[in-house]
Every structure is written in C-alpha cells, then in structure tokens.
C-alpha cells in the first residue's frame, strides 16, 4: 500500500492549501481515508475522515467549518481543502486509509508519509 501525499508549503494566515494523497495498493473504492497531523512537540491527532462514498465526512472541532474533506474514486484520490489557516495549522499532515473508529479515537490501518504545512503570523 502506498499513500502519496503533497501539497504542502508556507502560507500566511488566513491563507488555502489544498492537500492531495494519491492511493495504490489497495482498492480506494471501499476504504475510508483520512487526514492526521502532528506538530511539533505534539502527539499526532485526528483531522478528517471520509467514508468509501464520499457522503460521510467527520472533521476535529479545531478545523470544523475551515477544512474540508473530499474524495475522488476514479483518480484514487483524496483532498484536504484547508481554508482560514491559522498558525496553530502548521503540522505535518498524514494521508491514511481504512479508519477504525472506536469511542476513544480514530486510527488506521495504512499510513502515508506525510507532508510539511507551515502557517505564518
């Protein structure tokens, strides 16, 4: 399975970036996928997820209503659309695939190599 992320970059606050993560590997069709991040110094957390369809979106409180998840079935491939960027953004963002949602958390199974979002005051 490979997750191939990019999109990344430097981008003043209240800035967009569009982050994409291309899948091979795997049948893209029917997995969930999903965005996590971790920024200096912090643990990696949740971001976004999107089931197999498309129609099922979850999104952490911190980036509901500036962030939105996408997919599309045809390219294997997911969006993160990052809008109001704030610098508490900046994190390495992580493509991943086939969520299991617990109570507790969201996790995956696959992970992709993540990349770089620099948000600057």
């Known amino acids: 399975v490979q997750l191939q992320a990019s999109g990344g970059g430097l981008v003043q606050a209240e800035g967009s970036l569009r982050l994409s993560c291309t899948a091979s590997?795997?049948?893209?069709?029917?997995?969930?996928m999903g965005w996590f991040r971790q920024a200096p110094g912090k643990e990696r957390e949740f971001v976004a997820a999107?089931?197999?369809?498309?129609?099922?979106?979850a999104y952490a409180n911190s980036v509901k209503g500036r962030f939105t998840i996408s997919r599309d079935n045809a390219k294997n491939t997911v969006y993160l659309q990052m809008n109001s960027l704030k610098p508490e953004d900046t994190a390495v963002y992580y493509c991943?695939?086939?969520?299991?949602?617990?109570?507790?958390?969201?996790?995956?199974?696959?992970w992709g190599q993540g990349t770089l979002v620099t948000v600057s005051s």
């Open positions: 999107i089931n197999w369809s498309g129609r099922t979106t």
């Open positions: 991943a695939a086939d969520l299991i949602t617990t109570s507790q958390r969201t996790s995956p199974n696959y």
């Open positions: 590997g795997i049948t893209f069709s029917t997995y969930s």
